[in-house]
């Protein structure tokens, strides 16, 4: 499975902007995927998930109500809608695909990665 992430770029506080991530591989509607980000000097974390038939998600808290992911099985293909911007929203984005067991908010519990993109909000 190979992911690319994509749409990242600069956007004021209170701005929106949305993340792609196009996943290669025919089970990619069997995957649970995921967004994280990483910070300068911050460990990776969880920012949301969507479970395969995009019916269940999760988010973290420091996002809900402002992120919403979702996919588009036919096309491959997982979002980030980022809504509200805040400048400690900045970091770089990955997305990531869980292909075995229940939803997991832990870095460990994906199984591919793709290459991140950066997302700066500016105060």
């Known amino acids: 499975v190979q992911l690319q992430a994509s749409g990242g770029g600069l956007v004021q506080a209170g701005g929106s902007l949305r993340l792609s991530c196009a996943a290669s591989?025919?089970?990619?509607?069997?995957?649970?995927m995921g967004w994280f980000r990483q910070a300068p000097g911050q460990e990776r974390e969880f920012v949301a998930a969507?479970?395969?038939?995009?019916?269940?998600?999760y988010y973290a808290d420091s996002v809900k109500g402002r992120f919403t992911i979702s996919r588009d099985n036919a096309k491959n293909t997982v979002y980030l809608q980022m809504n509200s911007a805040k400048p400690e929203d900045t970091a770089v984005y990955y997305c990531?695909?869980?292909?075995?067991?229940?939803?997991?908010?832990?870095?460990?519990?994906?199984?591919?990665w793709g290459q991140g993109t950066q997302v700066t909000v500016s105060s």
């Open positions: 591989g025919r089970t990619f509607s069997n995957y649970i």
């Open positions: 969507i479970y395969w038939s995009g019916n269940i998600r």
């Open positions: 990531a695909a869980r292909t075995s067991g229940p939803y997991s908010d832990k870095v460990a519990g994906y199984d591919y």
